[in-house]
C-alpha cells in the first residue's frame, strides 16, 4: 500500500513536471501585441520630434525599443487595414470600403494555425457578419462597428461615451458614463492575464478606435459628461484631438505596464502604429514646423506613419531605423518572430523587417509602392513608388519629398542638354529617343514643352520656336532607376486588376538627341 501511495504521488508529480514543461515550451514562443492608433500620423508623436502632444508612454516605448522614421501606411483606414493582415497591396486584393473578403488569409490565420491565441479588439468595419472576425482568424473579440454603423438611431457616434460593441458575437450598449476605449482595453488586458495562466503564446491586434473623429471629451478631460454635442457631429471640436492622443497613449503605458505586472515583458514584442494620416482640421508641430493632417491623401502627411517597436534584452533600447517600410510588412515579420512560415501560395508582396529588429542588417527595402483607391476602383486608383526621398507617380508627377512634402512642385531634375541653335521654320519637331531610365522634360526659350517617362519621346516644338537662336533645355532625372516601380515581365492577375510584379523599370534616356526637320 506504501509503495502504491508512493508510485501514485510520483506519477502525479511527473505529469505535474510534464505540464509545466509543456507550458513553459510554448512560453518560449514570442507574445505579439500589434497596436494601430486610427488617425494618427508621424507627426503626433514626441519621440519622433512633436511637440503638440504629450505622449510619455510611446516615447517610453521609444526609449527602450526601436523607432522607424520612414513607414508607410495606406491613406485611409480600410485599405490599411487590409493590407497591414495581410500582406499583399491593395492592387490585388482591395474589394470595396468596408470589407475584407473572406477568402483572405490574415496572420490571425496564421497564429491560430500554430497554436497562439489570439484576440481582436477595436475597431473592425471590415464586414457586417457577426462571424467576420472568426472568419479572419481571430478566436476572441471586442469590437465596434460589426452589425452597427457608427452612429445609433439619433445620430449619435456610439464608439466613445454609451459605447455600442460586439464581444465575442454579443451586441452591447453601455451606460453614458462608460468609455468605449476602456471598456475595449481592458477587454484586451483579460486577454493577456488569461493567455498567460493557460501557458499559451497569444497574438492581440488591437486596431484603436482613437484617434478617430468626432473629437470629443475623454473621461480624463475636465469637460467629461458636461458636453455631450461633439459625438452628434461627425468632427466634433478639434481642440479635444489633444486630450484623445493623451488617453490614447495612456492606454498604450497600460497594456506595457500589465505585462510588467506578470513578469512578461521580455517575451513580448510590443509593436507601435498608425492606420493613415491625421485627419483635418487638426494641425501638429513636428521638429518647429506645422504639418497639416491629410487622411485620404498620397502625400506624407497621409501616409506617413509611426512605427516604434520594443521588445527588451532583444531589440537594441533607443535605436533609430531608417529603412523602408510598407505595411504589408508587417505580416512577414511578426510571423518570422514566432517562427511561423509564411505559405508559399499567398504569394505575399511583404519584406519582413524582423532581422532589423534584432541588429542585423536585413533585405531592406529599396522602394515602396503603393495602389490606393478607396472605391476599389482601378480609373480612381492613385499608384507611386517611393523612397525615402523620392515618389513617382504611374501618372509621371516625380516629387523630392523631403523639400516638397505636399507635392506642390513636380520635380525636373539636373540638366544633361542644353544649346543654342538657329533653326529655320523647317524644324517642327525633336526627337530624344527612347525614355526608359529617367523623367525627361523638354525646355525651349524657358518654356516647359512636355515630360515623358517611359517610351518613344517626340516633341511637337513648332510653337515654341522663334526665328534665330533659340535656347533649347533637356532636363533629366534618374534617381529613382532600376528599383522604383516593380514591374517585369510576370503578370499576376487578381480582383480583376493586373500587377506586375518582383520586377524593375529603368529609367533614362536612349540615343541621340535629333532635331526633325520636315518639307
Given at each position: ?17 510534464v505540464?509545466?514543461?509543456v ?23 514626441g ?35 487590409v ?13 470595396r ?40 482568424g ?24 454609451m459605447?455600442?460593441?460586439?464581444i ?104 507601435f ?42 531589440i537594441k ?115 530624344l ?51 522604383c ?8 492577375n ?26
Amino acid at each position: 500500500m506504501i509503495k502504491l501511495k508512493v508510485f501514485t504521488l510520483y506519477f502525479v508529480f511527473s505529469l505535474l513536471i510534464v505540464s509545466y514543461n509543456v507550458k513553459a515550451q510554448d512560453n518560449t514562443k514570442p507574445n505579439i501585441i500589434l497596436i494601430m492608433a486610427d488617425d494618427l500620423g508621424y507627426e503626433t508623436i514626441g519621440a519622433n520630434g512633436g511637440s503638440s502632444y504629450k505622449t510619455p508612454e510611446i516615447d517610453r516605448m521609444a526609449t527602450n525599443g526601436m523607432r522607424f522614421e520612414h513607414c508607410y501606411a495606406q491613406p485611409l483606414c480600410t485599405p490599411s487595414r487590409v493590407k497591414i493582415m495581410t500582406g499583399i497591396y491593395n492592387v490585388r486584393n482591395y474589394g470595396r470600403f468596408g470589407k475584407l473578403h473572406t477568402s483572405q488569409t490574415t496572420f490571425g490565420h496564421l497564429f491560430k494555425d500554430a497554436g497562439y491565441a489570439t484576440c481582436i479588439t477595436g475597431k473592425w468595419q471590415l464586414g457586417k457578419d457577426p462571424a467576420s472576425p472568426q472568419q479572419a482568424g481571430f478566436e476572441k473579440h471586442c469590437l465596434w462597428q460589426i452589425r452597427e454603423g457608427k452612429t445609433d438611431s439619433t445620430g449619435r457616434d456610439n464608439r466613445y461615451p454609451m459605447p455600442t460593441l460586439e464581444i465575442d458575437g454579443n451586441l452591447k450598449t453601455y451606460a453614458e458614463t462608460d468609455y468605449g476605449p476602456d471598456i475595449i482595453s481592458e477587454y484586451g488586458l483579460d486577454f493577456i492575464e488569461k493567455s498567460h495562466e493557460d501557458g499559451k503564446p497569444f497574438l492581440w491586434y488591437y486596431p484603436m478606435v482613437l484617434t478617430h473623429c468626432p473629437f470629443s471629451a475623454t473621461p480624463d478631460s475636465p469637460e467629461w459628461m458636461k458636453d455631450d454635442s461633439t459625438v452628434m457631429t461627425y468632427k466634433g471640436q478639434a481642440h479635444y484631438f489633444e486630450d484623445m492622443v493623451e488617453k490614447m497613449d495612456k492606454i498604450v503605458g497600460e497594456i506595457n505596464h500589465k505585462l510588467e505586472e506578470l513578469g512578461i515583458q521580455n517575451n513580448t514584442i510590443v509593436i507601435f502604429t498608425g492606420d493613415n494620416g491625421t485627419d483635418t482640421p487638426i494641425v501638429s508641430v513636428l521638429n518647429g514646423r506645422e504639418v497639416a493632417g491629410a487622411k485620404g491623401k498620397t502625400t506624407d502627411a497621409g501616409t506617413r506613419v509611426p512605427l516604434i517597436v520594443k521588445w527588451p534584452n532583444t531589440i537594441k533600447a533607443n535605436s533609430i531605423n531608417e529603412n523602408l517600410i510598407d505595411f504589408s510588412d508587417f505580416l512577414p515579420t511578426v510571423c518570422e518572430a514566432a517562427s511561423i512560415k509564411v505559405p508559399d501560395n499567398l504569394d505575399i508582396d511583404g519584406h519582413s523587417f524582423f532581422p532589423q529588429l534584432v541588429g542585423e542588417k536585413g533585405d531592406a527595402r529599396k522602394w515602396i509602392y503603393c495602389w490606393y483607391s478607396r472605391t476599389g476602383k482601378d480609373s480612381q486608383a492613385k499608384v507611386f513608388a517611393r523612397n525615402q526621398q523620392y515618389k513617382l507617380y504611374e501618372s509621371g508627377e516625380f516629387y523630392e519629398v523631403p523639400n516638397d512634402d505636399k507635392e506642390k512642385n513636380t520635380f525636373a531634375g539636373e540638366i544633361i542638354y542644353k544649346t543654342d541653335v538657329d533653326v529655320f521654320d523647317t524644324i517642327t519637331h525633336i526627337d530624344l529617343g527612347n525614355v526608359n531610365e529617367g523623367i525627361t522634360e523638354l525646355y525651349i526659350n524657358g518654356a516647359k514643352v512636355g515630360k515623358h517617362w517611359y517610351g518613344k519621346a517626340v516633341y511637337s516644338v513648332a510653337d515654341f520656336l522663334k526665328k534665330g537662336q533659340n535656347t533649347i533645355e533637356i532636363r533629366y532625372t534618374s534617381v529613382l532607376a532600376n528599383y522604383c516601380m516593380s514591374l517585369d515581365n510576370k503578370m499576376t492577375n487578381r480582383w480583376t486588376r493586373t500587377y506586375k510584379k518582383n520586377g524593375k523599370i529603368s529609367i533614362g534616356l536612349e540615343g541621340p538627341i535629333k532635331l526633325l526637320h520636315y518639307k
